[in-house]
């Protein structure tokens, strides 16, 4: 009997192609809604290999229902859905696609960052409601990126490459890491700082740092209200590191200036949240990596993991080592 791999939503059919000339492949059939937990469990029930997106939540719970699975391979470089522990304790092998998603999710940090602080979809919005009567000396006027300094929270892979864009704007840039990076800080020319000395130093704030219980919600009211009036806060790697109750007061309030989301602490964010009231946010559906070539990047990893595995060779890109727990 061949192996079973369970795809949890629609991907193009010539990247699963190679899996179906090895092994039984089923897959969820949409691509916009996301599995039910039912069918999820069912599957995981039965299958020797599981293929999730970022919005499945694998928790213990869930893996208690595995049987043969031998390996979960994340289609994302964070893998905060998936309880990487108790995988581990049953054996199970997780992936996740690291590095061929740098540059393009460092492209939408700044690009969001740009975007927000200097206003885009306000005047855009407000182009397409017929609101551009004549040119205005000072609407729609935002923040100056360049020649500004920039505050990294997060110096992991996106984090540099962030800061290797902000040289090009001529920014200075300041970062904040659980260990500091002395060959990062000469390579790239950024500045270690204490968290509270970043955020209020900062004209500008990007968040990349992964989502754990050390870093939920580390960006609060008392964070936020340390930040200058004219700073924009960036946040690309994870929902729940920034308090979104705190930020909308700070948003109302204008204590800080504005904010680009591309990760909520609910996803879909729901359309009634009060974030989206606001006109000094600039949301979007958590698109970090999502150019063509970089998604077939990351499902071709996803690919070559679960092939690893089922053919009983060691996968690149584990995330959880189940070295000790053999
Ligand atoms: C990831 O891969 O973790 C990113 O959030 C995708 O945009």
Not at 127 to 134: A, N
Request: aromatic share 6%; hydrophobic share 45%; proline share 4%.
């Amino acid at each position: 009997m061949k192996p079973t791999i369970f795809i949890t939503r629609k991907l193009p059919d010539e990247l699963v192609a190679p899996l179906k000339e090895k092994f039984t492949v089923r897959m969820w059939d949409s691509e916009e809604v996301a599995v039910t937990k039912a069918v999820l469990r069912e599957e995981i029930a039965q299958v020797d290999a599981l293929w999730t997106m970022l919005s499945d939540t694998i928790d213990r719970d869930m893996l208690e229902s595995a049987a043969n699975l031998k390996v979960i391979s994340n289609l994302a470089v964070g893998f905060n859905n998936i309880d990487i522990e108790a995988a581990k304790e049953k054996g199970i092998i997780v992936t996740n696609t690291p590095d061929v998603l740098t540059e393009t999710t460092a492209d939408l940090a700044f690009g969001l960052l740009l975007a927000t602080a200097r206003r885009f979809n306000s005047a855009e919005k407000d182009l397409r409601q017929g609101g551009w009567l004549s040119w205005t000396p000072m609407g729609f006027t935002g923040m100056d990126i360049h020649g500004t300094t920039l505050g990294i929270i997060g110096m992991g892979r996106i984090g540099e490459a962030v800061a290797r864009r902000a040289k090009g704007f001529n920014m200075h840039v300041l970062y904040h890491n659980r260990n500091r990076k002395l060959e990062t800080e000469e390579k790239y020319d950024v500045e270690y700082v204490e968290l509270d000395d970043l955020l209020k130093q900062a004209d500008h704030v990007v968040i990349l740092v992964p989502f754990t219980e050390e870093t939920k919600e580390m960006i609060g009211e008392r964070e936020l209200s340390l930040m200058k009036k004219t700073a924009t806060l960036i946040s690309v790697s994870r929902g729940g590191i920034v308090d979104e109750v705190a930020l909308y007061d700070a948003l109302k309030n204008e204590t800080i200036f504005a904010a680009g989301l591309d990760v909520f602490e609910t996803e879909p964010i729901p359309l009634r949240h009060p974030l989206l009231t606001l006109p000094n946010i600039t949301a979007v559906p958590h698109i970090g990596s999502a150019s063509v070539e970089t998604r077939r990047a990351m499902m071709k990893m996803n690919v070559e993991a679960i092939t690893d595995v089922l053919e009983g060779r060691e996968p690149k890109d584990q995330v959880n080592s189940l070295a000790s727990a053999r």
